[in-house]
């Protein structure tokens, strides 16, 4: 069985020059998932997305796209997170009504960073898991699920997250629930995606694997950089991100904090 899903790419670019040799690799991972990549990111950016044949598609955003006095009460990062990833699976299924093409599943994700391959492999196991057990539509999956805060509900990875289209389009209304129709509060990044979620009666459960932004920096730095990454590419590859020696065992191993981790691979 042929699996298909979406990976939406939303908000600022950065590092796109990298990034995608990363992506485009994705789809020399299984025989039996494809990916399929839509991206909307601001005006800010200077890159022809038309010469990148990842994109099944992509849009360039205004901000006056957003209503004027929406803007002037919040204009802040996360208006401009929930405008932009509700405008990409806006491509997403604009995409599907015209080809009646339907996904299995839908990748969020942000374009600077790096999912090692134990994600995959989680998200492959939910993919084969049997019908009744498969994606449900009340759930959607992050690296590390909702937690408690100062009293409230936090989402502490908020980049990636993985769903049923269903449960994936609901989590893409974040824009109306808070800022269109204000259901529920205004509370900033990594509250208010958990918080959504739970305004939709969806589960973000824990699944694990491995995930981090890549930062610009030089290799020093006690971070993931680019610097780091354009390294590998140029002396590995990018087979080696996913093969079975080096990153490809999955990122981190227990235990490991992330300066250890540039250590072992990148320095």
């Given amino acids: 069985m042929k699996y298909n899903i979406a990976v939406t790419i939303s908000g600022l670019i950065r590092g796109w020059d990298t990034t995608y040799k990363i992506f485009q690799y994705w789809n020399k991972l299984y025989d039996e998932i ?96 049997s019908p009744n057990l498969r994606l449900q539509s009340n759930m959607f999956y992050s690296i590390s699920g909702t937690e408690s805060r100062y009293g409230n509900f936090y989402m502490p990875f908020d980049n990636f997250g993985f769903a049923n289209p269903k449960a994936m389009d609901k989590y893409s209304d974040m824009y109306h629930n808070i800022y269109v129709d204000e259901k529920i509060e205004a509370s900033g990044l990594h509250f208010m995606q958990a918080q959504h979620l739970i305004s939709k009666n969806i589960y973000n459960a824990k699944m694990g694997g491995s995930a981090t932004l890549i ?44 300066r250890d981790f540039i250590k072992r691979h990148l320095v």
């Fill in 34 to 129: 494809e990916f399929t990549f839509f991206l909307s990111t601001w005006k800010e950016v200077e890159i022809d997305f038309s010469k990148y044949d990842l994109l099944e598609r992509y849009e360039i955003l205004e901000y006056d796209e957003i209503p004027e006095y929406i803007y002037n009460k919040y204009e802040n990062s996360p208006l401009f997170y929930a405008y932009a990833l509700y405008r990409v699976h806006k491509l997403r299924l604009s995409y599907e009504n015209e080809t009646n093409i339907k996904f299995d599943a839908v990748m969020q994700v942000r374009n600077d960073m790096f999912v090692a391959k134990d994600t995959f492999e989680n998200i492959r196991k939910l993919l084969i898991r």
């Fill in 215 to 258: 930062r610009f920096g030089n290799k020093t730095a006690p971070y993931l950089t680019f610097d780091h990454v354009n390294d590998i590419l140029e002396r590995k590859g990018v087979e080696y991100l996913y093969d079975g020696t080096g990153l490809g065992k999955g990122g981190f191993v227990k235990g490991e904090n992330f």
